[in-house]
């Protein structure tokens, strides 16, 4: 005996759950890993920005599976007049945020997340805000010369990192001041 009513409830659920994971596999395709020199780097993604923003963040991890440090720093990026690598901290309950000149070093071995309220890569005079689906490209480049250019997958504004949970970090808002 056939009970249609149980086959378009078993369709519907199957459909429930196929929205559901989707963004996640999405997500998860979307990112790419990249080499640079010794240098891996994954997990590349950044946030949406509010139309107007005239700066943009963008994060990934980066693993040097090498012998020697290495040290890294954003080139360029088509989508803003500069690409900086970024550092905040905390100080005496004041968020601060400073460039890192000549970008960070990896040491053999180590493994550098950049994430909000951490290092991150800052895209300092947006030409167009970034947009959640779409992505974001930077050059990056290692102090032996070698570049690549990697595409950051954007989320959502505010979005957490990839695998954490909400509430990650601002980048920009009250009681921020430059570090000296």
Known sequence: MRLPHL?????????????????????SAAAADYHLGSLQISQ????AT????????AYMTVMNTGAKPERLTCLSSA???KCQIHQMSMDNGVMKMREIEGGVEIKPGETVTFKPGGYHMMLVGLKAPLVQG???AATLKV???ATAQVEFPIAAIGAPAPGATAGGGMMQGPGMAPMK
């Open 7 to 27: 086959n378009s409830i078993s369709r519907g659920a199957i459909a429930l759950v196929a929205l559901f994971f989707a963004p996640l596999l999405a997500g």
């Open 44 to 47: 590349p993604w950044a946030r």
């Open 50 to 57: 509010p139309k107007g923003a005239d700066t943009g963040a």
């Open 79 to 81: 989508a803003a007049d």
């Open 134 to 136: 779409k992505t974001v």
């Open 143 to 145: 102090d032996t010369g």
